[in-house]
């Protein structure tokens, strides 16, 4: 079974022999509505097996274009040059969070291969502009959001924007769960999933924005009370990539042009108290109407 479908302007083309697989892709990757412009596609060719356990992914090995992956009753790997990638799993687990996991991986090597720079962020949407409050793990990126979402704003991403500098500035988003610690969201329904060593509730998003073509950037701070001052964009970038986490450092090169492209009109620094609706309710009488120049 082939199908077509589109995200971050791009076409995805997907071969699979399994029933299940094929309508988990429905529902999982044609939410855009967004007409694609482009002519790059990304083909990827999913086969199932009668491995008959849960699928686990042990090892990631990037080698300059190339990604490979390999572990329990799972094995792929992607190719950035031509643009594929192709993946082997278990039928039983043609669906749910692991195939997510497994397909998010290929298919943003392959996206962020192809344009899409990824930053290290959450975004909000105010007014159609993406906030886009950037910051290292442990900043409140996603604390920020889950308080964004709580009062009615719509999310473009909890943890990571992919920034399309090229034919104009625009930001995608993934619909994914955000995940917090439990303790940050005790209102909040939600499995908990192993996130980079640490659990955290799955948190389903209620409003979701896949693009923005417009956006302020935030670098994130910490302190006793809620503030927002102006940054010089130079500062901004040189902050945001002077330690790049695992993954976001392959990308040390194309960073600050993107960077750069996101601080057009300036940048500004968020400092944080312990309540993140705080700065929430800050940003948004700061950035209302259409205001953004940070100088």
């Not at 950035?80 to 039983?92: D, F």
């Not at 750069?260 to 500004?268: E, P, R, T």
Request: glycine residues 8%; aromatic residues 6%.
């Amino acid at each position: 079974m082939l199908t077509v479908l589109h995200m971050f302007d791009l076409q995805l083309i997907f071969k699979t022999d399994s029933d299940d697989v094929f309508s988990y892709l429905i529902n999982s990757y044609s939410s855009s509505s967004y007409t694609c412009k482009t002519d790059v596609s990304i083909y990827v060719v999913i086969s199932t097996s009668d491995f008959d356990e849960e699928m686990s992914i042990d090892t990631i090995t990037v080698d300059g274009p190339h990604l490979s992956l390999y572990g329990r009753g799972v094995r792929g790997g992607a190719d950035a040059i031509s643009k594929r990638a192709w993946c082997e799993v278990p039928r039983r687990c043609a669906s749910g969070p692991q195939m997510r996991e497994l397909l998010d991986i290929l298919i943003l090597f392959l996206a962020t291969r192809s344009g899409r720079v990824p930053l290290h962020a959450s975004a909000i949407v105010l007014d159609g502009t993406a906030i886009v409050l950037a910051g290292r793990s442990g900043a409140g990126k996603s604390t920020l959001a889950l308080a964004a979402a709580r009062a009615g704003l719509a999310l473009l991403t909890d943890d990571t924007v992919y920034i399309q500098t090229s034919p104009r500035l625009t930001l995608w988003g993934l619909k994914r769960p955000l995940h917090v610690f439990a303790s940050d969201a005790p209102f909040a329904e939600g499995p908990l999933r192993l996130r980079a060593g640490r659990w955290k509730k799955a948190v389903e998003v209620p409003r979701h924005v896949g693009r923005a073509q417009r956006a302020i950037l935030c670098v994130l701070d910490r302190g006793e009370d809620v503030t927002l001052s102006p940054v010089a964009a130079d500062d901004a970038t040189a902050v945001l990539t002077a330690a790049l986490e695992p993954g976001f450092d392959h990308f040390r090169a194309e960073l600050p042009a993107a960077l750069g492209a996101l601080a057009a009109d300036g940048a500004w620094r968020l400092t944080l108290s312990d309540d993140p609706a705080e700065a929430v309710a800050l940003l948004r009488r700061t950035f209302a109407d259409g205001r953004r120049a940070a100088g």
